[in-house]
């Protein structure tokens, strides 16, 4: 019958749109099926492939065996307080911040704060301001609640472009969205450029007469290499909120579990936060899984071991640059995103698909010229590629 699919015609641009990654994983699986698992190097999803710790691993199994009354019944929006106060404690220790567990709302991972945080503040028609590369989904996540995302350059090493930024803004912006360690390049944000863009924002604030807001996504903050360190942005700017998750730093990707961090400076506080609450419930993720946040509580400090990933990533970067590839070194986070030699990305990604190695085009991150290679791999599948790393570049 000749009738209209279901699928919107949206819906339908989008998925050819944020197919990349997509795509690399099922060719992926077809590679693996023909060549088999051992030949096939899949550098193409951060999917982090250490355990949790063994500490954590415990507390799970306990949370789990607690069948006190009431253990499985409905929570606050926000959370569990426990948890709340927990993070709130070590954003204190860690930033030299001042916060309560009032100010936290626990969230469906950093996806979930992130679409709580943005249906908060965004009126129909308003514009997100984004740096790029970033990651994928950002540009949905905005679409979800009515608005759009502006795309803004950054510099060649990939730190921010204050003056670009500036002038994205308009009287439509409802806020900036940063990632650092940055997902794709691996990129910290410095202080000096952090108290810039927050000055710049207070001013801009004022000129188009509406409060700006900051949000960073940081799911990444506890992986980060050499004594390198993340400002934080609560301390630098009032009206901020960080959006984060327990996925890469304690390894739990598949648990859904993170927070909103709202800085009690923020302009209308007692609204912003009931408004985070409320998008929570009205979103239908109602509140974030309780067994899982019952089991952080006590170890939000038992991060996996980050020097496994240096030495991965120092690995890989080793060998690329003395390949001849031009990649700038991460100081964070479990990515590479080297330069491409030819400079079409997607031709030299399916020329690295041919010695089957599988990493993902940085136009799918808004980074076209560059591609991602995710190192949360075993270091079986980082020393077996090093050969077709090689041969690419060198038949060039």
Partial sequence: EDLERPVSGKIAEFMERSSWIRKMFEEGARLKQQFGPQNVFDFSLGNPNLEPSSKLKAAI???????????????????????????????????????????????????GALNVAL????????????????????????????????????????????SAIEAAISDKTAAVLINSPNNPTGRIYPADQINDLAQMLRAKSKEVGRTIVLISDEP??????????VPSILKSYENSLVVTS????????????????????????????????????????????????????????DLVDVSIYKRRRDRLFNALTGFGYDVIKPEGAFYLFPKSPLEDDVAFVARLREKLILTVPGVGFGGPGFFRIAYCVSDETIEGSLKGFEEAIREL
């Fill in 61 to 111: 199994g306990a949370a789990a065996g607690d069948h006190a009354p009431g253990v499985h019944g409905y929570m606050p929006n926000a959370g569990l307080l426990e948890t709340r106060n927990a993070i709130a404690r070590k954003i204190g220790q860690d930033e030299d911040f001042a916060i309560d567990g009032s100010n936290i709302v626990m969230t469906v991972g950093a996806g």
């Fill in 119 to 162: 249906k908060t503040l965004i009126n129909p028609g308003d514009e997100i301001v984004i740096p790029k590369p970033f990651f994928v989904e950002y540009v949905f996540y905005c679409d979800n609640h009515g608005g759009s995302a502006v795309l803004v350059p950054t510099k060649p090493d990939f730190s921010l472009d204050i």
């Fill in 220 to 229: 990444y903050r506890g992986i980060i290499y050499d004594g390198a360190s």
């Fill in 246 to 301: 327990f996925s890469k730093d304690l390894s739990i990707p598949g648990e859904r579990l993170g927070y909103i961090a709202m800085n009690p400076g923020m302009q209308d506080a007692e609204n912003t936060l009931a408004g985070l609450v409320l998008c929570n419930r009205i979103l239908g993720f109602v509140n974030a899984p309780s067994l899982i946040q019952r089991a952080v509580a006590n170890h939000l400090t």
